[in-house]
Nanobody
Framework: QAQLVESGGGSVQAGGSLRLSCATS????????LGWFRQAPGKEREGVGI????????IYVNSVKARFTISQDNAKNTVYLQMDRLKPEDTAMYYC????????????????????????????WGQGTQVTVSS
């Protein structure tokens, strides 16, 4: 049973930076992926980016592309979300979530929307960390 623990949230002014951490335990990196999501009050949870471990591949949604970066520290079993040039609209609770795929990579890719699997395909979730960006 994998466990995910986020940390690193906080309050910053627009234009600032934060780095979120997602410490993982019991997560088999083979055929697995870890995504970052956010949920603002009154809005649906949305994916902002995902890392596919086997393929060393990161994918970002357009709203955060070139501002957010996902990285990984294997020694610490931790995945990071570096957030730069933050905007007030980035304010949300941020979550990391992990899942895995069976079958072929090509078949799995067909189930994704521009590389992001449906939210139901994320099995393990962290507790979330709040990010607040003031103007």
């Amino acid at each position: 049973q994998a466990q995910l623990v986020e940390s690193g949230g906080g309050s910053v002014q627009a234009g600032g930076s934060l780095r979120l951490s997602c410490a993982t335990s019991g997560l088999p990196y083979s055929r697995s992926y870890l995504g970052w999501f956010r949920q603002a009050p009154g809005k649906e949870r949305e994916g902002v980016g995902i890392r596919y471990f086997d393929h060393d591949l990161n994918i970002y949604v357009n709203s955060v592309k070139a501002r957010f970066t996902i990285s990984q520290d294997n020694a610490k079993n931790t995945v990071y979300l570096q957030m730069d040039r933050l905007k007030p609209e980035d304010t949300a609770m941020y979550y990391c979530a992990a899942g895995s795929y069976g079958g072929s990579w090509n078949d799995f890719w067909q189930t994704t929307l521009q590389g992001m699997p449906p939210i139901e395909q994320f099995t393990f979730w962290g507790q979330g960390t709040q990010v607040t960006v003031s103007s």
